[in-house]
């Protein structure tokens, strides 16, 4: 008689075994893989927008929008139009493309969506008071109530490679200042559907494991470490030895639970 070949049941459960502890060992690295790219995604597309900001200012004088412009709508120029169709900018962070906020505000993994923007969508904010900002300033502040300080009126500033342009954010623009206080919750953004004037709170969101991807008025882009987001640059006036700096006096007592094992700056 021939005789027959084939696993037997022990074999058979030993190779199930084996393959569910190789599964667990990758699936970890696996994912830190993903994030790892989502995030070098993410810079790509911010060097994108710096290559637009750029080649903008170089024909403006220094200027990003037409200050001329009173309405969203009129904001995207032929001129800005063309660019953005040539560079291809992304307004989304690889990490944060679902629109699943009932409030309008994004977050950790979620974009910011509102359909009188001209994206309607995204995941990335602009620095209110950079020359990206389309609104009009009169240089003595914003035309809106955002804030009283004045703004940075073109990209021919000293320190620039310390001035942020656009970066990780919960809203399409934010206003932040030295106090103002960081978010309680983690995820503040996508859960409140009013922020007050707390501009900061928009850009401190773990989106790349205790960094935000910023793009600089140098056009460098460079991650950044949440606590380390009151020590840029963000008016002409911020102090950036405010409150919430460890020049300024801030302990990790006085943080956030969620952030008090962040980096301090």
């Known amino acids: 008689m021939r005789k027959r070949t084939g696993f037997t049941l022990i074999e058979l459960l030993v190779v199930i075994v084996i393959i569910v502890l190789l599964l667990a060992i990758l699936l970890p690295v696996l994912q830190q893989t993903r994030k790892q790219t989502r995030a070098v995604v993410c810079q790509s597309n911010l060097r994108q927008w710096g290559i637009l900001f750029s080649s903008l200012a170089l024909e403006n004088n220094g200027q990003l929008r037409d200050r001329e412009e ?9 001129q800005f139009a063309y660019y953005m169709d040539n560079f291809n900018c992304e307004v989304f962070c690889p990490s944060a493309t679902k629109k699943t906020s009932t409030t309008g505000a994004g977050g950790k993994f979620q974009s910011w969506y509102c359909p009188n923007h001209p994206y309607r969508a995204g995941s990335y904010g602009l620095n209110g008071y950079s020359p990206a900002y389309s ?52 995820d503040l953004a996508a859960t409140e ?17 205790g960094y935000v991807n910023t793009l600089f ?16 640059k963000w008016h002409p006036n911020f102090d950036t030895n405010g409150p919430w700096a460890k020049a300024g006096g801030a302990k990790t007592q006085n943080w956030p639970e969620w952030m008090k094992n962040f980096k301090e700056y």
């Not at 300080?149 to 490679?161: A, D, F, L, M, R």
Request: aromatic letters at 12%; one cysteine or more; glycine letters at 8%.
């Open 70 to 78: 009173q309405e969203w709508e009129q904001c995207r120029t032929q």
């Open 217 to 232: 008025m140098d056009w460098s882009v460079r991650k950044v470490g949440l606590k380390r987001l009151w020590k840029l």
């Open 135 to 186: 609104e009009p300033f009169t240089f003595d502040g914003p035309k809106e109530s955002h804030s009283t300080e004045k703004g940075w009126e073109n990209v021919y500033q000293k320190g620039t490679s310390n001035i942020p342009v656009m970066l990780d954010c919960a809203l399409w623009a934010g206003f932040p200042n030295p106090t103002d206080a960081p978010p309680l919750l983690e």
């Open 193 to 209: 559907p009013y922020l007050g004037s707390n501009g900061m709170s928009l850009f401190v969101i773990d989106r790349h494991k």
